[in-house]
């Protein structure tokens, strides 16, 4: 972490206002939405959707990735916020994941379950294993919990007994149930079916460098932590020398099991996302030589995440390189993870221009995406400006972890440099 300088003593007012903003966004906006709307007092859990009209749909399935980004997201705001209404929801949150998702003859979590909260989609998808993983590691640490550290490290031994390639490296997208081959892999329908992705790869490292900094902070020298450290260093490796491309900068999505990349699209979101949960990694790894190896690849992918930015400073989803098919909505979570990526920029490399961007990106939000009348952000904002109120206000991929964690992150940053 830089030290107090001038760099930063010159922009003190400025970062005291994003910080005071991003504070109050999550604790009066954000969660307050899901406390009040989206809790299940008969059932217990959450309610599974709101539509982008505001209707709350009862008996929505529920989803694992929803509930343990809930967990995640609850649990890490308590330690920020000091609040107890949120260490009430992840409490409630581990409760109900252990009742209803967790898969007891078998291991790991199920993809949905119902209303009821009986199992529904019980494929083993790899993405939602690291995701409760993320969740369970981040309540051990608020906690205390030597039941969620149990659960995590069972989850990461899942991730690395099942999901592993042993021939070419790399973790494979899913199985069924029993954990055997399952024909259709793909996380979503927007997804193409290969046995590889970026995205799964990102959200495997981001819940292992949780678990790792747990493990640092409570046992260092356990047998748990070195194993985690080894799979971190992996991952790492990766992404640099697999999922880079090395003539863009930018991820390629998807790949066959020897590495082939079979895809061109270029995520915007999911660079800039990336190149702060890799010096994330990094640094909470702890290891000088990867660090330097790792920290020109950050700046490299931020840098080819530009080609998404717009004039009104916000951030288009993805497009192919030829300049056709973009996508040019203004997600809520694209917004949000070029925040902190380009944020980190400033914090670790003292770009002034990067803050700059960040700075527009939070305005735009601020303008744009928050729904200051019921709470929480709009999915997206279309290319006319028009606010889409076809996809989730929350639901099983709508929920306030990309919006929190940004909030956080920058709260926590900042709280270090001033």
């Known amino acids: 972490m830089p030290a107090k300088s001038h760099l930063f003593l010159s922009n003190e007012t400025m970062l005291r206002t994003l910080c005071h ?34 209707l709350t749909e009862e008996e929505a399935p529920r989803g694992a990735i929803l509930y343990a980004r809930l967990l995640w997201t609850f649990s890490a705001a308590c330690h920020v ?4 209404a949120c260490l ?21 979590v199920y993809w949905s379950v119902t209303a009821d909260g009986q199992p529904l989609d019980t494929k083993k998808q790899f993405y939602a294993q690291g995701f409760m993983l993320y969740g369970f590691s981040e309540y051990a640490r608020l906690a205390g919990d030597e039941e969620a550290l149990q659960i995590a490290v069972q989850l990461f031994d899942i991730i690395e007994r099942h999901a592993w390639d042993n021939g070419y490296g790399g973790y494979i ?47 260092p020298e356990s047998e748990d932590a070195r194993k985690v450290s080894a799979a971190v260093k992996r991952l790492l490796s990766l992404f640099t020398d697999h999922i880079l491309n090395p003539q863009t900068h930018h991820l390629d999505l998807f790949f066959d099991m020897d ?19 890799l010096h994330e990694a990094a640094h909470v790894l702890g290891d000088n030589a990867i660090l330097n190896k790792v920290e020109p690849v950050v700046r490299e992918m931020a840098q080819a995440s530009e080609k998404g930015l717009q004039p009104d400073g916000s951030m288009i989803y993805e497009g192919e390189p030829d300049g ?13 993870e070029a925040v902190v990526g380009f944020f980190n920029l400033y914090q670790h490399f003292g770009d002034e221009m990067a803050l700059h961007k960040a700075l527009r990106l939070w305005e735009y939000i601020k303008n744009r995406l928050i729904d200051h009348e019921h709470g929480e952000w709009h999915w997206s904002i279309r290319e ?35």
Not at 175 to 202: F, G, V
Not at 259 to 277: K, V
Not at 324 to 334: A, E, G
Not at 385 to 409: I, Q, T
Request: aromatic share 10%; net charge negative; proline share 3%.
């Open 324 to 336: 056709t098919h973009f996508d040019r909505d203004r997600h809520w979570w694209v917004q949000a």
């Open 259 to 277: 590495w082939t990349r079979r895809s061109t699209t270029e995520s915007y979101g999911h660079d800039i996302e990336c190149s702060w949960l």
């Open 173 to 219: 997208e899913a199985c069924t149930r029993d954990w055997q081959p399952i024909a259709d892999m793909r996380l979503s329908d927007k997804d193409e079916n290969y046995p590889k992705s970026q995205n799964t790869h990102l959200h495997i490292i981001e819940p292992y460098t949780n678990l790792l900094r747990l493990l640092h902070e409570t046992n």
């Open 88 to 108: 009430e929801a992840a409490r409630m949150t581990k409760d109900y994941v252990l009742a209803h998702f967790m898969d007891r003859e078998h291991g790991g």
């Open 384 to 418: 006319d400006g028009s606010v889409n109120l076809d996809d989730d206000h929350a639901g099983f991929w709508k929920c306030p972890y990309h919006n929190g964690r940004m909030c956080m992150e920058l709260i926590e940053r900042i709280d270090t440099m001033l």
């Open 21 to 54: 903003e991003v504070r109050e966004c999550l604790a009066q906006n954000i969660l307050p939405f899901w406390l009040n709307n989206m809790l299940d007092t008969k059932r217990g859990g959450w309610y599974g959707r709101m539509t982008g009209m505001g």
């Open 81 to 84: 916020l000091g609040d107890s």
